[in-house]
Structure formats: structure tokens, C-alpha cells
């Protein structure tokens, strides 16, 4: 029997995104990175796009390591600007080098990415009860907080509507519909989550 899912997933490519990655909490800075820069290139444009071109951006990306990309030069961006396999838009090939800087100065100050990004939901993934796909909003209260801070901090492309669906992405919102077979395990990871955060806070005192 073929299972509910949230009404989007529907090729094989984002059935598979569906079901293993979208709305699970992420709390490794790689992964946290890469999706940020993939939501930013995916502005415009469908995410099936983004997905069919995933690998060949993992691999012109230097895997993601925000480390590196930041050392991309004009050289690189131009050898980027050919590469089929990407969106070839020079301000999106140049945000993720200059968004890269920026994410490591975030991790300088705060220890990781992943425990300021986690701040704007209060360290706890946000669950939701949408009944039908139009019941979800494209920007919330804590997407326009993430947007203008990360703007300030000189993140491109990040705009309040990019923030949430990245905010959805690494699970800071569990978004999935109340009928889809993820919900519950989504939310059950949020119980997980919270006692892991309990006892994190406790060792921190």
C-alpha cells in the first residue's frame, strides 16, 4: 500500500528527498551549509531542478566545505559559470563563496552554525499541523528574524521566503501535512531532540 505523503513529492527524486531528509533536524554544519546554499540557488526556480543537479553541485562545491569555498577565486567562479551541471548564474556562484565567509565567521562566533540557527526556534524543532499544502505559509515571524540576521551578517540570498523553505529543509519546522506517513516520526524526533537539549543545557551549567 502506497503510503500518504505531503502532496509535493511526486517524482522519484523528491519522494526519496521526501521520505529520508526533508524535516529531519539537522544539526551537522556541512549539511546545514549545503542546504542553505541550495535553497539560495534554487530561488526562481523549481526544487526537482536543484535536486537532479545535486551531486554535480557537491562536486563543484568541494563537497561543501564552507572552509574551502571560501578560498574560491574569480578563476573559479568563471570555471563554475561553464559547468552544465550547476545553475550557472554569476550571483549565485559568487553569493556561495562570499555566504561561505560569512558562515564561518558565524561559526567563530557563536561555536557552530548549527547552535546559532538552532536559536531562532528556541534549540527545539517547531511543530506544525497543516492539514492541506495552502495551509502553509511561504515566511513566518522566526524565517523574517533568520532572513534580517543573516543579511546583516552578509549572507546573500537569503530572503524571509528562502529562510523558511531552508528552515524546513534541516527540520526547524516539521511542515509535513498531518496525513503524511513522516509526521509523526518528525515529531518524535522533536522528543528526541528536546532531551537531548535538556540534558545539553544541564552539562552546560
Known amino acids: 500500500m502506497t503510503p500518504s505523503r505531503c502532496d509535493w513529492a511526486r517524482t522519484p527524486l523528491g519522494i526519496a528527498y521526501h521520505d529520508h531528509e526533508w524535516g529531519v533536524p539537522v544539526h551537522d554544519d556541512r549539511t546545514l551549509f549545503e542546504l542553505l546554499i541550495l535553497e539560495g540557488a534554487q530561488a526562481g526556480l523549481s526544487w526537482e531542478t536543484i535536486l537532479r543537479k545535486r551531486e554535480a553541485y557537491r562536486a563543484a562545491f568541494a563537497g561543501f566545505d564552507p572552509a574551502r569555498v571560501a578560498r574560491f577565486t574569480p578563476r573559479r567562479v568563471e570555471r563554475l559559470l561553464a559547468n552544465p551541471g550547476i545553475v550557472r548564474n554569476r550571483l549565485k556562484i559568487e ?111
Open 95 to 205: 553569493s556561495a563563496s562570499s555566504n561561505a565567509r560569512a558562515f564561518l565567521a558565524v561559526q567563530k562566533e557563536f561555536g557552530s552554525f548549527d547552535r546559532y540557527v538552532w536559536g531562532f526556534v528556541g534549540g527545539r524543532p517547531q511543530r506544525n499541523a497543516r492539514r492541506t499544502l495552502r495551509e502553509i505559509p511561504p515566511r513566518t515571524a522566526e524565517s523574517d528574524a533568520l532572513s534580517r540576521d543573516l543579511r546583516r551578517r552578509g549572507f546573500r540570498f537569503v530572503g524571509s521566503t528562502i529562510c523558511y523553505a531552508f528552515m524546513q529543509a534541516v527540520g526547524l519546522v516539521n511542515d509535513h501535512l498531518v496525513t503524511c506517513f513522516r509526521y509523526a516520526p518528525a515529531s518524535a524526533r522533536r522528543a528526541s531532540a528536546d532531551k537531548r537539549g535538556v540534558r545539553r543545557h544541564a552539562a552546560d551549567r
